[in-house]
């Protein structure tokens, strides 16, 4: 028996993955083998570096701290070359990267205590590219790299991009590798948003996280037979954009919260297509 965590993109929805995952190894639920997707492959990649509750606590104030600036700094001379098209990006990937050196426990992919796979997209071919060996932060930052927002990462001669737009919850991954049980986390989608996002950046992002929720639902229904598939509620009612970073501390503790009743009702296998598209209220 092999057991995966699959992560999925959402930007700031990411800190709802950290609340589930501090319920699931608060448990004693633990992966074999970690999947992960853009904001997935950064919490993917701490988590195999450390799985602990103190580690997941960590992981928790460092999501608490975090603004967009911090993430997506804008520059006037980056963002309007990108507009007028002398760039492929809006905004510089260095204090991504920063974060990424100033917190990965290990350096190579393969050294990593927990076996972590990072999705990306290949920009010429569009397919899904799955990184398991070579620099992790390379290989987490070409996983997150929001194609138009932030620049593609080139690893061994290829341009890469943020694998959320071709495969944002790579559950075929995680069957590849010989997972029996794949725990899925999905970020979800803001499914109760209240006001149009007021910038560019927070509609792209919301656009994103609606078209992947729509691929989720239909990934399921496809591998529901080779694996033991377990997804773990979004949250809704949400009205939080995915450029928010604001909310992190009300995400954490609300999914934390949530996956445990979850678990406490055994209801690990009972969401399916219709409720992954529908408000998904879960208690």
């Not at 919490?43 to 580690?55: E, H, I, R, T």
């Not at 967009?68 to 700094?73: C, G, I, L």
């Not at 050294?111 to 990306?120: E, G, R, T």
């Not at 992947?212 to 009205?239: F, G, H, M, T």
Request: aromatic share 4%.
């Amino acid at each position: 028996m092999t057991t995966a965590f699959v992560l999925s993109g959402g930007a700031s929805l990411g800190a709802i993955e950290v609340g589930m995952l501090q319920t699931l190894i608060g448990r004693g639920i633990r992966p074999d083998l970690i999947v992960g997707t853009s904001v997935g492959a950064l919490n993917g990649a701490w988590l195999a570096g450390g799985s602990s509750d103190s580690d997941l606590r960590e992981l928790a104030d460092l999501w608490r701290g975090l603004t967009r600036s911090a993430v997506f700094p804008t520059g006037l001379l980056t963002g309007f070359t990108g507009f007028v098209g002398l760039r492929n990006h809006l905004v510089s990937n260095r204090a991504i990267r920063r974060l990424l050196e100033q917190n990965l426990r290990f350096e190579r992919m393969e050294d990593a205590p927990i076996p972590l796979h990072v999705i990306a997209a290949d920009v010429l071919t569009g397919k899904d590219v799955r990184l398991s060996t070579g620099p992790a932060v390379d290989a987490v930052t070409a996983s997150a790299a929001l194609p138009g927002i932030l620049p593609p990462v080139v690893i061994d001669g290829r341009a890469l991009m943020d694998g959320g737009v071709v495969n944002n919850t790579p559950i075929s991954h995680a069957i590849e590798l010989g997972a029996t049980t794949v725990w899925v986390l999905p970020t979800g989608y803001a499914c109760t948003l209240s006001k149009v996002p007021g910038s560019a950046l927070g509609m792209g992002l919301l656009g994103v996280t609606l078209a992947i929720n729509q691929r989720l639902a239909l990934d399921i229904e496809r591998y529901e037979s080779a694996a033991d598939i377990r997804v773990v509620p979004p949250l809704c009612p949400l009205d939080t954009s995915p450029a928010d970073f604001g909310d992190a501390d009300e995400l954490i503790t609300r999914a934390r919260e949530q996956t445990a009743k979850w678990l406490d009702e055994a209801r690990v296998v009972e969401i399916g297509q219709a409720d992954l598209l529908l408000p998904h209220v879960h208690g």
